[in-house]
């Protein structure tokens, strides 16, 4: 994944699915917690943000990459990892936390 890629289709295609799975790996990883805890803080936190799960989930995969937000020209990218950084920036600036 480059750091120019944006996600242009919210759909659950082949490209999205991967994204959410991976998104869930990392908060497991993160959280060492279970695939469907994951996959429902994704969703929660998607709905607090009134977005797509799958932007949800891309803005998270992109933060946890450590790639820059030079892509300001789209309001929705900037939304997301706005989005994705509240939601788990601490998270993933240390340590893992303990099994939730």
């Given amino acids: 994944m480059t750091a120019d890629w944006f996600p242009a ?3 659950f295609d082949l490209h999205g699915g991967r994204i959410l ?5 990392i908060l497991i990883g993160l959280r060492r ?7 429902h803080e994704l969703l929660s936190a998607a709905k607090r943000h ?3 799960v799958f932007t ?4 998270l995969v992109h933060l946890a990459s450590g790639a820059d ?18 939601e788990w920036g601490e ?3 240390g340590p893992a936390v303990p099994a939730c």
């Fill in 91 to 93: 998270l993933l600036a």
């Fill in 9 to 11: 289709q919210t759909s």
């Fill in 69 to 86: 937000a030079d892509r300001k020209s789209i309001h929705s990218f900037v939304g997301a990892q706005s989005a994705a950084r509240h």
């Fill in 21 to 25: 799975d991976t998104a869930q790996g």
């Fill in 56 to 59: 949800m989930a891309w803005a």
């Fill in 33 to 39: 917690c279970s695939s469907e805890t994951a996959l």
């Fill in 50 to 52: 009134q977005m797509p």
